[in-house]
């Protein structure tokens, strides 16, 4: 068994311009690669639960608790099902194709209190922007991309959910 972490990414966090290649900044929060694995229901759990699986060993695996609403969203955007009437991830990829404007990543950034917080990164005609938003409006956005956008999770958020 190898002792190799698998696919990580760091980002900066703060605003200041990412590093060159081979360069490193001492703020760098380190993200694993993460894949969308299923949306699970269970009629005895007050809500869906998104599971997210490493995508390189240990496959270490976060489990996100979502609103109803979402967990159809994202079935919806796994499967590319469309709606008969754009539904809000629909528009909102719509809207973004046609304003030039490329999900670089969905990031899960943080737990607090139970409560996963995201980032959906862009990247627009006029520069990076990176919004704050629910974990699952990343994903369905990720997920929606002709080419999906990668699915990133803070190593804090990995231990946190491990320990």
Do not use: N, W
């Amino acid at each position: 068994m190898s002792d190799d972490p698998g696919p990580q990414v760091s980002v900066p966090i703060d605003e200041s311009p990412a590093p060159l290649e081979g360069e490193t900044q001492s703020d760098e929060v380190p993200y694993q690669v993460m894949h969308f694995e299923s949306v699970l229901y269970d009629l005895t759990d007050p809500s869906p639960m998104v599971h997210l699986v490493e995508a390189a060993s240990p496959y270490r695996f976060v489990v996100i608790p979502i609103a109803l609403a979402d967990g159809i969203a994202l079935q919806h955007a796994y499967g590319e099902i469309e709606s008969r009437r754009p539904g809000t991830h629909e528009l909102m990829t719509t809207m973004l194709t046609r304003l030039q404007v490329e999900v670089i990543a969905a990031r899960i950034v943080r737990i607090e209190g139970g409560v996963y917080f995201a980032e959906l990164d862009l990247m627009t005609p006029k520069g990076r922007e990176v919004f704050d938003c629910r974990a699952s409006d990343a994903l369905s956005m990720a997920l929606r991309q002709s080419v999906q956008a990668p699915i990133l999770c803070s190593e804090d958020v990995l231990q946190a959910y491990l320990s």
